[in-house]
């Protein structure tokens, strides 16, 4: 229960709250006042009818005294409520007279009967049909009579009835109000976090410099000031390592070029050595070439990390813009084919574009037995999406993320030699750079698809 009420949205428990909160209040002031106001009511009208069925039983007694023979008159002639009726008793004749021939002495409870004819007076509440009464018996022994009347508090009623659903129309109202005021303070309350998501999010996107504006307010103030104090430090430290590593990067470059024009001289004299300082030499030229290659990677990733590097559209056709790469890199007879409803024609960077081509070729090459094909379709959101296939035995989907990481290979490429462990990431930078994106796929027939998305490239 308690992981379920988790999953709801604050905004939405803060609503709920207010609602049952307002609810909850609205009930028990409705229940209160309806409480006072119908013991009010009640106690008024039998203060009313308690006074009146004495005074008409007054009537009655004072009649008797002289003119007990006319007792239909006299209960006729007491003054008796519009829709009530009066009984009398004469306790020596032992006779009843009604005053309505639809109500005898019967209507009333037995109990109340019993306790009057004893010689007490007494009250009591009942029922006729749909129609609710005061009893109230009353002895008259001076005259051996007893004197029975019946109130209708059907206005009373009513009126509890009103103030009822007034009440709980009332408590709906408030808890609509408690609602909507509930949703208006949630919305305001979430407002600088949706402010601080957006924020987080745009840093999250590379906008290192994003800070949150000022607050009156003393609490989101704090907010706002641990906010930006993290997102300086955040920035200051990624731009001391991206300075860092270019830094080093390039302070390698002059070395590794000594020591590569260096090797390529020995290189060159090869054949005066013997065999197996040859076979030392193709290994010292291999990582040569390999840690040269790692450093001219490392120092384009360290201009991407700074946003030196800018983006140059201009319109490209990709197949035979493909198809060039794809010979420049000894893939002189990979196919490069076109979705039938896609002119291959975009607005691109030609420099991003080939290297993105370049290193996916390349990995295809070293982990995935060689490029198969290269399709070129539209995208959604009038974009262009190529797509890379090899022969090689695919990438597990645990590890479909994490190759696109710096230093980072799956498990097919641990076992080989060659690659720095940085194309990939270079693919996903260069095509982050285009405001686009990389995953790789299954091949239903075997080997894996690396899919590059770049929106807005249609002409």
């Known amino acids: 229960m308690e992981r379920s009420i988790r999953r709801v949205r604050l905004r939405t428990r803060v609503t709920l ?10 009930v028990l002031l409705s229940t209160v006042s309806f409480l006072v106001a119908r013991n009010y009511l009640l106690d008024r009208r039998d203060d009313v009818v308690e006074r009146q069925a004495f005074n008409n039983a007054e009537y009655v007694r004072a009649r008797l005294m002289t003119r007990r023979s006319e007792a239909f008159e006299l209960i006729n002639g007491s003054r008796t409520e519009q829709g009530g009726f009066a009984v009398l008793h004469l306790g020596e004749e032992n006779l009843y007279y009604s005053q309505d021939l639809r109500y005898t002495q019967n209507a009333f409870p037995a109990e109340l009967r019993d306790d009057v004819l004893a010689g007490a007076s007494a009250y009591q509440r009942f029922s006729i049909g749909d129609d609710t009464y005061i009893g109230i018996g009353i002895a008259i022994p001076a005259a051996d009579a007893h004197y029975f009347e019946a109130f209708p508090v059907d206005d009373e009623q009513r009126a509890i009835t009103i103030i009822g659903s007034a009440l709980v129309a009332g408590t709906i109202i408030i808890g609509l109000i408690a609602g909507l005021v509930g949703w208006g303070v949630s919305r305001r309350l979430m407002r600088p976090l949706t402010r601080v998501a957006e924020a987080a999010g745009e840093i999250a996107e590379g906008g290192l410099d994003t800070r949150l504006e000022s607050e009156e307010d003393p609490d989101l103030a704090i907010l706002v000031s641990s906010f930006n104090e993290m997102a ?4 200051t430290r990624i731009e001391r390592e ?18 590569a024009a260096a090797v390529e001289v020995l290189d060159a004299r090869r054949a005066d050595l013997s065999e197996r300082t040859q076979q030392a030499l193709d290994v010292v030229v291999s990582q040569v070439r390999r840690f040269d290659q790692m450093v001219l990677d490392l120092l384009e990733l360290s201009r991407l990390d700074v946003g030196v590097a800018d983006i140059h559209r201009e319109e490209v056709d990709l197949v035979s813009f493909i198809a060039r790469i794809a010979q420049r890199y000894g893939n002189d007879h990979l196919a490069v084919l076109l979705a039938p409803d896609c002119d291959g024609v975009a607005n691109v960077d030609k420099r991003r574009l080939e ?25 959604p959101r009038g974009g262009i999406r190529i797509s890379v296939e090899d022969a090689g035995p695919g990438v597990a989907p645990s590890e479909r993320a994490r190759i696109f990481e710096r230093f980072t290979r799956g498990s097919a490429g641990r076992t080989r030699i060659g690659g720095t462990g940085l194309g990939l990431a270079l693919v996903a930078e260069h095509a982050r750079a285009h405001g686009g994106q990389v995953w790789v796929d299954d091949v239903p027939d075997g080997g894996a698809r690396f899919v590059v998305e770049i929106p807005g490239a249609n002409r």
């Open 355 to 379: 290297r993105i081509v370049a290193n996916l070729l390349d990995n295809a090459r070293l982990h995935g037995g060689g490029a198969t094909s290269v399709i070129v379709e539209n995208g």
């Open 17 to 26: 709250l207010f609602v049952l909160v307002g609810l909850a209040t609205s």
């Open 242 to 259: 991206a300075r860092f590593a270019s830094d080093v990067s390039h302070e390698l470059r002059s070395p590794i070029t000594a020591l």
């Open 232 to 235: 300086d430090a955040v920035q």
